[in-house]
């Protein structure tokens, strides 16, 4: 069984910058990709970036390419969303997300095993 853990959200302004983090229970981090996901009410899940178990592939939603960027550190068990000029449209919870895969990530959310609780991130106009 894997845990997750996310923090790091909360409410900016747009144009500012947040780091979440999601940390991980157990001893074989290293052997999940993992993924961060972002819902909204009323709208499915929706992909925002992934990374591959040795962070030799990432992936990125084209709404956030250029704007985040997705890092892992298997020592510590944890994967970061590093987001920078926030947009409003970024409201949303965030939630990282882990399968065991030693190949690439997958880049839908019913391809996941584990999920955190989420962070709520707001940013305002």
């Known amino acids: 069984q894997v845990q997750l853990v996310e923090s790091g959200g909360g409410l900016v302004q747009a144009g500012d910058s947040l780091r979440l983090s999601c940390t991980t229970s157990?001893?074989?981090?290293?052997?999940?990709?993992m993924g961060w996901f972002r819902q909204v009410p009323g709208k499915e899940r929706e992909f925002v970036a992934a990374?591959?178990?040795?962070?030799?592939?990432?992936y990125y939603a084209d709404s956030v390419k250029a704007r985040f960027t997705i890092s892992r550190d298997n020592a510590k068990n944890t994967v970061y969303l590093q987001m920078n000029s926030l947009k409003p449209e970024d409201t949303a919870v965030y939630y990282c997300?882990?399968?065991?895969?030693?190949?690439?990530?997958?880049?839908?959310?019913?391809?996941?095993?584990?999920w955190g609780q989420g962070t709520q991130v707001t940013v305002s106009s």
């Open positions: 157990g001893r074989t981090f290293s052997s999940y990709a």
């Open positions: 997300a882990a399968k065991r895969m030693l190949r690439g990530a997958p880049l839908r959310a019913d391809e996941y095993d584990y």
């Open positions: 990374i591959s178990w040795s962070a030799g592939n990432t």
